[in-house]
């Protein structure tokens, strides 16, 4: 089926692998990276060391750096996220350039044959245009479930470092919290 439906879909196919390798590789290092987090380790580290060296600070100035390192660390964590959302915008636009093709290369084989409409010549460019369709929406569906659960470990993670690097700075004697993380 992947023939049939042309130059469209080599390019949904090959961006369908990118997008798919881009998620493993992503939740991988979320998943990596929330069991680091759990132990008070990694980006959190990061920041709860902030917290101890700036133990002098004023509560705000002190909230402030939190909150840049945290935003910080959920700008990191959501790099390459974005490649995922635009996969499952442009998906669907490309599953319409193969449905335009299609419909031209059958139009076309009907002018060549003189005008004498044959239902399989026009079945065969209709065909290739919906499946085009079809590979399009699939892709796009997949990538938006994809991006959409990679977003809630990334808002997650950035929550539970937020309350966590409230806690710390209760128990170092700053009871002000931290303004709400961008995440």
Partial sequence: WLAKSGVVGYILAGVSVV???????????????????????????????????????????LSELVSLKVENAVEQLSSRIAFIRLVFTISPLLGLLGTVLGMIQAFRQ?????????????????????????????VAIAAFFMYHYLQYLVVAMGKTMTRQAEA????Y???????????
């Fill in 110 to 138: 009907v002018a060549e044959a003189g005008g004498a409409v044959k239902p399989a010549v026009l079945a065969s460019g209709i065909w290739v245009a919906l499946l085009t369709t079809a590979e399009g929406l699939i």
């Fill in 19 to 61: 997008t798919l390798a881009v998620f493993l590789e992503r939740a991988f290092i979320l998943h990596l990276e929330r069991r680091r987090l759990s132990r008070g380790m990694g980006m959190m580290k990061d920041i709860s060391d902030a917290i101890r060296e700036n133990r002098g600070a004023s509560p705000d100035r």
């Fill in 173 to 183: 004697g700053h009871g002000q919290k931290t303004p709400q993380a961008a995440v």
């Fill in 168 to 171: 710390e700075m209760i128990e």
